[in-house]
């Protein structure tokens, strides 16, 4: 076949992109991201030799892909683009497998913009954009809670009035698509650790753990909103929901402005009043970026124990995500209280970002996690019935 798959994973200020040629194992072709949408923004692209950036004109996530499309138009060679996939962050409670995105489908996806308000108004805008920009092409949506839809009822329901459960109030779990990524990818290097226990570290500007026993997700830090577990670059992770009571009744904040507080000026950026970005945090001498990074830590650490808890032991600890993938320093302390787990960090290894970076029983690997590969698989299987 000579059709061509393109995956999108829009954000609130960036849309990643990857393009493949379709098949039964769909090859990537490129891949890219418009970044600082709607203020210096600028275009990302890697096709066969090193990355080339440059500054672009991007208003919006349909401008975005405008640039995206313009770019790789040379690349279709005169085939068409056959499928769309796109990263939707909040699937619902009942979604558990890739989705053709109609006009019914895409409804229902809106009335979760409040859970997700930083990620899926901005996917569905991509949606929209996609379906003007490939009419004819079959458009499927991957969600990040389908990973978790299968979790024991334990680990999905809060101590609240039991109505709300059956209303949709759940822990819903995010980051599947990375998940589901990472946790088959262990499985293809490391034969010995299919149907183990692993615990799965997603850190990166957002962040979260995720217990998986066997192959399936059996919990994870995130619940109901991507606000929930670790604190993140700009997100709050856990709060005593006391907290938020205390701020409505004293300060007299509105849902807006205490929502504005949760995601957009708390975690990283809030703990240490300089920066959301881990890496200028690392590269600065002040006490509040030290206290900011031995917080994110410590949560990370405590997230660990308590999947292994969840599990009845670990097999394997892996890192995956931006700050997961390239951080030694934040890998090392983490690592450093965990021999209780079996878990030992080979420094050496560590510093240069090796795939294995423990010496203990217990293994512990960094995986570059690929959300494309995952959303552009879906896409070919989607596709079959159509050839």
């Avoid at 991957?142 to 990973?147: P, Q």
């Avoid at 088959?184 to 692993?198: F, S």
């Avoid at 920066?275 to 990074?293: G, R, T, W, Y």
């Avoid at 830590?297 to 999947?307: L, W």
């Amino acid at each position: 076949m000579g059709q061509r798959i393109l995956t999108v994973n829009a954000g609130s200020s960036s849309v990643k992109f990857a393009l493949y040629k379709s098949g039964e194992d769909p090859r990537m072709i490129a891949r890219g991201l418009v970044q600082g949408i709607g203020s210096n923004s600028s275009f990302k692209f890697k096709h066969g030799g090193p990355d080339s950036t440059h500054s672009v004109k991007a208003s919006n996530q349909t401008d975005a892909l405008m640039v995206i499309l313009e770019r790789i138009t040379p690349l279709l060679e005169g085939q068409e683009v056959a499928g769309v996939g796109h990263r939707i962050v909040h699937g619902g409670p009942l979604r558990a497998t890739p989705t053709e995105l109609t006009d019914d489908v895409m409804a229902d996806l809106a009335t979760f913009n409040p859970l997700a308000p930083l990620h899926q108004p901005h996917n569905l805008s991509a949606v929209e954009a996609a379906k003007r920009a490939f009419p004819y092409a079959l458009q499927i949506g991957c969600f990040d809670t389908a990973f978790h839809r299968n979790h024991p009822w334990e680990n999905d329901i809060y101590a609240i009035p039991r109505r709300f459960y059956k209303q949709g109030i759940k822990r819903y779990g995010f980051h599947g698509l990375s998940y589901d990524y990472v946790s088959h990818q262990i499985v293809r290097e490391r034969p010995e650790l299919r149907n183990k226990r692993l615990i799965i570290a997603h850190l990166g500007s957002g962040a979260s753990i995720c217990a998986v026993n066997n192959g399936h997700s059996i919990s994870s830090t995130m619940g109901f909103s991507p606000l929930d577990g670790l604190p993140m670059s700009t997100r709050s992770g856990q709060l005593d929901p006391g907290i938020l009571l205390y701020l409505m009744e004293t300060e007299g904040m509105s849902a807006k402005e205490l929502t504005h507080m949760l995601y957009h000026e708390s975690g990283l950026l809030g703990l240490s009043g300089l920066s959301a970005d881990m890496q200028v945090l690392e590269a600065s001498d002040a006490p509040e970026a030290k206290d900011a990074i031995e917080y994110f830590v410590y949560r990370v650490r405590r997230e660990i124990g308590a999947m292994a808890a969840t599990l009845s032991g670990i097999d394997a600890l892996i890192f995956c995500g931006g700050i997961g993938e390239n951080s030694a320093r934040i890998r090392a302390q983490i690592i450093d209280r965990l021999g209780y787990l079996g878990i030992e960090l080979d420094g050496d290894a560590n510093d240069c970002n090796a795939r294995d970076i423990g010496k203990g029983p217990t293994p512990v690997m960094v995986i570059p996690t690929d959300e494309e590969q995952v959303i552009a698989d879906a896409v070919a299987r989607a596709l079959i019935p159509r050839h």
